[in-house]
């Protein structure tokens, strides 16, 4: 079989980047010079002469029985090759990260709008979907379940002061959507006094809304049949072990006859954690034995992956008159829609981190995870933990305006700090410098006020629409400090591989790198190249593709990649130099203690020893492979949620600033300021652009970004209805990344990408309370929440 | 039907052209020219940017049937094979690229702006780039590459063809 004429991988063959760079510098990406040519190979890119293009017909209803599926018409259409349903998947007809419930393609029942019923090969995209719209399906439509706390049959909340207690008992009259009901995950978390009473008590309910990953690379790749009966997938995903594991059991096949390859990855942000069109492109491959592409168009990747849990909360915070907290009780619904995805990690994050990075002597929190009939909901950067920080900042809020006190005074007089207990009874053991964070943020200057001078549309709100000059405008400034665990936690086995090898070519030595880590944008190439430079002194290292022939790098989620991947090339490459080292030994007939690599060569300082690796090595190639782990996690009690649930968290703090037309409800962010504390920044570039792309997502999700649904349809798929926040809408942002080493991880880092984008939002949402004096408890806020119309 | 265009300079024809196909789809699935990104093919995202006769337009709504004839420039015709231009080389430098999908219609975008503009201020930088979506930076970097590209340019030693 012939290979893709456009080298399908996200990490092409000889990727070196321009120059020396370790860890702690700016190094540049070794895929940056492909990427501003235009030549880096994406998903979407991927193109042999053969090749046939794969499309899925997708259920128009949220809830429906099929009575029957006719696909003559569209095996008709000229230029058809292939027409697929359920029947025509080899093995399990259902998948699933976590739970295997969802179907490959539609059996007798769809329980979410745009689930995929059938799929189409043909020889132009458009005469696929043209015979896609000619299959018939005979639907029963059913009425959809669309609300969490209904498909739980818990009791609304309809008046604040309401007691949580009431919402414990499970109802099982509501429909059941699977076998076991409309339950995920029920995640508890109990600590100190079950009935503790407070001085000033606030309580508050709270909601978010659904946010989409919207990265900007459509879900694509191309499948190609292989001789031995097998597949070679080329696809953009985010941890291409889980998917094989996934695909082996769907087309059942062995792993050595599935076969994937990283194609280049067009943003990920959790939304390419699920399975897409992996397995259809493979379906339609070894059902017509020509390469298939398949590739989202924007609407269909609305449909096609998995989207931020919607999240209703409600929250009672109990303080004394000084203001240090006494008890905090949540209740939180995450709404996971049809399928479970990663439901029941998500309740674990929302719950064992609910309340923020905070000390409180007595805690109870109820965490839910429910099926409804909405589209199914799974990761997305900062994972069940984003939810809960838009309730517990604004309780902060609220009990500090309750209490008279400054709002950054009561968040540090409660910061956790290195030695304070979690509420699940977990002892922070590195550098938690939560109030830190935050009188750092306060000390920054503010920006100019936006009156002064002469006015500038495009600073006010509503910009050259001309809708103001700053007449109803008002100025807010808001704080928000979160927390993130970074890695798989709750006794996970989350481990990476990686293969390194050192050896000569040209005269240079060259180490070569290759780990099945997705790089998604993030950099994780560059890491990988950084690390090996400076553990083994060489300044070539090549970056192998990513494939599935090296073992598993776990997930590219949880800010994990920079921990435990680089922890695996570090480890590669200590092995690796201790066999250079015993060469240079042997070489020097004695044991030299500091013999180190560095500038090609084996060198010592006590003594003057160069030996060139070039020397040294010959023709000789040593390789090492291992898998690496971070210590390990435990299970929590699933009565209390005690337990060492997580091994690290990562905190940042924001600063925002907004001006808002509080007669037409605009809102203009004025300034960002953000401080985190990465441990260590590897890449210290690379790391501010995580913070400023983590802080725009927490921006939209404040203020724009919604998928809207209405009888478990989505309205709005489409950039036209579904806006995320544009070069006009970022403002400029200050950030301050400090490095308090974490004594466990690698080189004392800690994972950057999620923390940023949790606390950016809250504090939005504070600035925009403090400019109109509105408890706004909704995000996004819309104009029409500001202005009460 | 039979399309005939010249992209970056070289007269390209492509016969079997379906009338229902855009400028985009031709550049990236008949002329092997996939730089042109394609993150929503409906004149949203600003990712599939190109010049036609000078002018930056979406080349996803842009009927293939209407470039007959005329003067097309990507991504890939923004440098010689073996260089970079200084738009290319500012947003490397300036860190403006992570996953890249916007990074190609961003920089026929900026091409156009510093071209237009010599050294725009950052608010002409923000009206200008408006229609390019970017989903990983949070726009900053991208505007310190505007900065840095529009400044090395602007400097006669630096040469960059404009
Ligand atoms: S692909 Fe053309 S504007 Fe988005
Ligand atoms: S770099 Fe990913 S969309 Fe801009």
Redesign the pocket.
Known sequence: MSTPTRTPTGAPEHLTGPGSGGVGDDAQRPDGVLKVRGEFAYGSDLWMADMLWGVTLRSPHPYARIRSVDTSAALATPGVSAVLTSDDVPGEKVYGLELADQPVLALDVVRYQGEPVALVAADHPETARLAAGRIHVDYDVLEPVTDARTALGHPTWNQVHDSTAEVTELSRESAHLHPEGNLVRHLKVRTGDPAPTADVVVVGEYEVGMQDQAF?GPEAGLAVPAEDGGVELHVATQWLHVDQKQICAALALPPEQVRLTLAGV??AFGGREDLSMHVHACLLALRTGRPVKMSYNREESFFGHVHRHPATMRYEHGATRDGELVYVKAAIYFDGGAYASSTPAVVGNGGTMGIGPYVVPNVHVDCYGAYTNNPPCGAMRGFGSVQTAFAYESQMDALAAELGMDPVELRCRNAMEEGSATPTGQVIDSPAPVAELLRRLEAMPLPAASGDGEVDLRDMPGGVSNTTHGEGVRRGVGYAVAYKNVAFSEGYDDHSTARVRLEVVGGEPTATVHTAAAEV?QGLVTVEQQIARTELGVERVVVHPKDTSVGSAGSTSASRQTYVTGGAVKAACEKVRAQVVARAERLVGRTVPDLRLAGGAVVSDSEDITVPLADLLGDDVLEETLEWRHRPTEAIDPETGQGFAHVQYAFSAHRAVVDVDTELGLVKVVEMACTQDVGKAINPQAVVGQIQGGTAQGLGLAVMEEILIKDGKVRNPSFTDYLIPTILDMPPMRIEVLEYADPHAPYGLRGVGEAPNISSGPAVLAAIRAATGLPLTRVPVRPEHITGT | MRLTCTVNGTEQHVDDVWEGESLLYVLRERMGLPGSKNACEQGECGSCTVYLDGLPVCACLVAAGQAEGRQVGTVEGLADPEALHPVQQAFLDAGA???????PGLLVATHDLIARHGRPSDAETREALAGN?????GYEKILDAVRLAADRMAEPTAGGDR
């Open positions: 900007l067009g943003g944008g | 690229v992570q996953c890249g999908f916007c990074t979506l970017c989903r990983c930076t």
